[in-house]
């Protein structure tokens, strides 16, 4: 996992963190004792690690959990970039995850106007998938837009924590 290009650790307090359920805290504060244990067995001293209170690393996780995208290199050009992504995701293709500041503030739509690809590196580039008007809201895809309705909205749910409110969804689609 990375932070993108040379964003502080504070930089992150922009991004808004995901609403955890009460499992997602219990796995969080298990790997925070993980940790905790490991650094101590690597003789680091508790007062180098003074920033790494549960709350701070809950509220990094917590960010990190509904911002990272999942990085699909699409080798090739930007002729067919829909069909070279479905390849991609098919052949398993992704190389890692990633935080970038900026995509992050895209909101989801299950019939998006844009999409995020990488060509080639891990640079992120947002492609308009069709024409959109000056003031209109970029909003992209964060999971599989082929699944109903009903698989849609659990999947944001359980797995970003809230209730999707894209057109698609509010007209039962
Ligand atoms: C990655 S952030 C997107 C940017 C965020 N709106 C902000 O202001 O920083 C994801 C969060 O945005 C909100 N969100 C994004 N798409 C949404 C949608 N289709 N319906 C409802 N809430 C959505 C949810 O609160 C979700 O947890």
Redesign the pocket.
């Known amino acids: 996992m990375v932070i993108s290009g040379a964003a502080s650790a504070e930089s992150l307090d922009i991004?808004?963190p995901?609403n955890l359920s009460h499992e997602m805290v219990l796995e969080m504060e298990e790997g925070y004792g993980l940790l905790k244990s490991g650094f101590a067995m690597a003789n680091i001293s508790d007062e180098q690690m003074a920033f790494l209170t549960k709350e701070w690393y809950n509220s990094v996780l917590a960010r990190i959990r509904?911002?990272a995208f999942r990085i699909e290199l699409a080798v090739g050009s930007y002729e067919d970039l829909l069909s070279s992504a479905a390849a991609c995701i098919e052949a398993e293709a992704a190389v890692g995850n990633a935080v970038y500041m900026l995509p992050?503030?895209?909101?989801?739509?299950c019939d998006p106007n844009a999409h995020i690809v990488w060509i080639d590196n891990a640079d992120a580039q947002l492609k308009a998938l069709c024409d959109v008007e000056e003031d209109e809201e970029l909003r992209i895809c964060y999971i599989d837009a082929s699944m109903d309705h009903d698989a849609r909205q659990s999947f944001l749910l359980q797995g970003?924590?809230?209730?999707?409110?894209?057109l698609r969804c509010l007209s039962g689609d």
């Open positions: 991004l808004q995901s509904i911002n992050s503030l895209y909101n989801h739509d970003f924590g809230f209730k999707c409110n894209c």
